[in-house]
Nanobody, 123 residues
Framework: QLQLVESGGGLVQPGGSLRLSCTAS????????IGWFRQAPGKEPEGVSC????????NYADSVKGRFTISRDNAKNTVYLQMNSLKPEDTSVYYC????????????????WGQGTQVTVSS
C-alpha cells in the first residue's frame, strides 16, 4: 500500500525551528516530485515548497523563502522540510504529497498525500 507519513511537527516559540519529515512506504520516492503544503482552519491549502525528482531543484512560496529549506534523502525514502525563524502565521497542519509529474506548488496536481502534522508557533 502506497503511503506517506509526516512527522516532526509540534509547538515552538516564534523564531524557533522545526524539521518535518515525509517518509514513503510502498513506493520509491526517487521517481516522484514531492510537495509540502499547509492548511490553516478556514483557509485554502497553500503550497509551501516542492522538490523535483529529476534534478532536485526546489521552489518555495514567497512567504517562506529564506526561512524554509526542502531536501531529499532517497536512500531513506524521505523528504525533509527544515523550517527556521518560524512565525505565528506559519501555524498550520502541514502535509506532504507526491506526484509522478513536475514539481509544483499547485496542490490539485498531486496523487498521494500524507495525513498531516500540526505545527504551532506560539509564545
Amino acid at each position: 500500500q502506497l503511503q506517506l507519513v509526516e512527522s516532526g511537527g509540534g509547538l515552538v516559540q516564534p523564531g524557533g525551528s522545526l524539521r518535518l519529515s515525509c517518509t514513503a512506504s510502498g513506493f520509491n520516492l526517487d521517481y516522484y516530485s514531492i510537495g509540502w503544503f499547509r492548511q490553516a482552519p478556514g483557509k485554502e491549502p497553500e503550497g509551501v515548497s516542492c522538490i523535483s525528482s529529476s534534478d532536485g531543484s526546489a521552489n518555495y512560496a514567497d512567504s517562506v523563502k529564506g526561512r524554509f529549506t526542502i531536501s531529499r534523502d532517497n536512500a531513506k525514502n524521505t523528504v525533509y522540510l527544515q523550517m527556521n525563524s518560524l512565525k505565528p502565521e506559519d501555524t498550520s497542519v502541514y502535509y506532504c504529497a507526491a506526484t509522478s509529474t513536475i514539481a509544483t506548488l499547485i496542490w490539485g496536481l498531486y496523487d498521494y498525500w500524507g495525513q498531516g502534522t500540526q505545527v504551532t508557533v506560539s509564545s
